[in-house]
């Protein structure tokens, strides 16, 4: 998966796209010959593992950012070519499509002085600007669906004395650059695997769907009365996809305080607090700060060379689950949720694996104490070529897993309200997966979302009526705005009442 296609898979998905971007830069840039399909002599075809292919001068580099989805292309005397594809949940017009292409612009060339947009066709407009000795060509070809619109941005940058004699080299650039999927072979064997029920060996606690044929392991583990740990680990036949849900060996964990360090209790220490109960003294984690550790510490050791390539807090997961659980709060206790994913790639067994887990800590707040556990832990670990095999069974194991009601009520006393818990807190779960960072590189309607600003917490939305860019805390999917200025955000598509207009959201 670890290719640019996942990315520009969202323009590849409009028909005809690509014919109108190419063919509209012969006039965007003001050139008028056409290349052909065979390099010219002293020219290189580069065919890059992420998923392009692009024809360049010998000596010149091309490299593309797996994270942002740019395609960097540099010459040996200042010349550059930067395409990068867009997707955005909206219809594009000429304005807001214009405040994108300046936007994506001015990351680019930040000190570039731009004229006003021209605009080139109902679907393309171009900027012309200067930066210092440098002449630049900003420009974007778009077409739009009932899913939203999808565009190409185009970068030129070159010293102007070089600029007209390299106008050519640049549309050969743009004409011969392709996307490209993942080969055949990678296509094979994504059908799912028949499901069977598997049954906890050990206390009949639960039961899970895992696939027919794998090695299923685990059970609920139980070190007190108070403290079980359900556990699943299924493999396949040629051990090649791991994929698990809980791990026995994470306790329960109790926050360091002044008593317990009066006591003798520090961080690392184990603390017991009765009930033969084992509570390990150590800071609270965030879902994201521990799955990464856990990463860290239970998977790079048979994952060579391991690589995250995201983590990240999931809110809108934890929001949606807290309101399960707040349900069946008890007065004078706080219970918080949060959760957090990571996906990563590595090589293991000679061929290179990609990988993705999910956790959720629960901590319990009361007067001077505070407790917390692992709640959710789930992952894989499988071949690149098998990413999205593995990510769809494991979602069907976390929508299968089923408590005994028995069982419950013999631990518990609560089997319905235990139960009720279970199935909508999995539901919860299955979704988050599903908009994972392995899946959203295969997902048009997830691209839009990675593009905020993680560091300041913000993201940039454009005003479709009046062109305006600013910038909006982040954390939902879908921002408006009234006649008045009044912003709203919201996480589904449904207008908070007939005054406000959706806002475009910029990549």
């Known amino acids: 998966m ?22 509209a830069f012969r006039f965007l840039l003001g050139s008028s010959s056409f290349s052909t399909s065979s390099a010219p002599p002293g020219w290189v075809e580069k065919k890059d593992p992420q998923g392009f292919i692009v024809q360049i001068p010998r000596g010149w580099s091309a490299v593309g950012d797996r994270t942002s989805g740019k395609v960097e292309i540099k010459g040996n005397s200042g010349e550059s070519v930067t395409l990068w594809p867009v997707f955005v949940a909206a219809r594009l017009n000429s304005s807001s499509a214009t405040s994108i292409v300046r936007g994506l612009a001015k990351q680019l060339s930040p000190a570039a002085e731009w004229l006003g947009p021209e605009p080139m066709g109902p679907s393309a407009i171009r900027l012309r600007g200067r930066s210092g000795s440098d002449l630049l060509t900003a420009a974007m070809a778009w077409n739009t669906s009932n899913k939203g619109t999808a565009g190409l941005v185009y970068l030129i ?20 650059f392709r996307m490209f999927g993942p080969p055949a072979s990678e296509e094979k064997g994504q059908e799912l695997p028949r499901f069977v029920r598997w049954d906890d060996p050990r206390e009949h606690a639960f039961s899970v769907d895992v696939p027919e044929g794998w090695m299923a392991n685990g059970g609920m583990f139980r070190f007190a009365s108070v403290d079980t740990r359900p556990v699943v680990d299924a493999a396949s036949p040629d051990g090649t996809i791991h994929i698990t849900g809980g791990d026995k060996d994470i306790p329960p964990f109790t926050m360091p305080n002044q008593m317990l360090a009066f006591a003798g209790f520090r961080e690392g220490s184990w603390y017991s607090p009765g009930y033969g109960v084992q509570m390990m003294v150590r800071r609270y984690q965030t879902g994201a700060e521990f799955v990464r550790s856990y990463v860290e510490s239970k998977i790079a050791p048979q994952c ?10 999931r ?27 990571t996906a990563f790639h590595c090589q293991s067994r000679g061929q290179p694996m990609n990988g993705y887990y999910l956790a959720g800590t629960m901590s319990t707040l009361m007067t001077g104490n505070g407790l917390w556990n692992v709640q959710i832990l789930y992952g894989f670990l499988a071949p690149s070529a098998q990413t999205r095999q593995a990510q769809a069974i494991l979602e069907h194991m976390v929508q299968s897993f089923q408590y005994n009601p028995q069982w419950s009520a013999m631990q518990s006393g609560i089997a319905m309200q235990t139960s009720k818990i279970v199935t909508q807190t999995n539901n919860e779960i299955t979704n988050m997966i599903d908009s994972s960072y392995w899946n959203r590189q295969k997902t048009l309607d997830e691209i839009s979302r990675r593009r905020s600003n993680a560091t300041l917490g913000v993201e940039d939305v454009i005003d479709p009526l009046t062109g305006d860019q600013m910038k909006v805390e982040s954390g939902s999917n879908y921002y408006w705005i009234d006649q008045h200025g009044a912003i709203v955000g919201t996480n589904t598509d449904t207008r908070p009442n007939l005054d406000f207009r959706k806002m475009v959201q910029l990549p």
């Not at 990315?7 to 590849?12: E, K, P, Q, S, Y």
């Not at 940058?157 to 011969?176: G, T, W």
């Not at 060579?304 to 807090?313: A, C, M, N, P, S």
């Not at 689950?321 to 918080?336: D, K, L, P, W």
């Open 157 to 176: 940058s070159c010293p102007e004395a070089r600029y007209q004699s390299s106008q050519d080299a640049f549309v050969h650039i743009l004409e011969s």
């Open 315 to 341: 809110p809108d997961i934890s929001r949606a689950i807290n309101a399960i659980y707040a349900q069946f709060s008890n007065s004078g206790v706080r219970t918080q949720l949060s959760t957090g994913e």
């Open 304 to 313: 060579i060379g391991l690589v995250f390539d995201e983590t990240r807090d």
């Open 2 to 23: 670890r290719r640019l296609v996942v990315v520009f898979a969202l323009v590849v998905a409009f028909a005809g796209f690509l014919g109108i971007g190419y063919v």
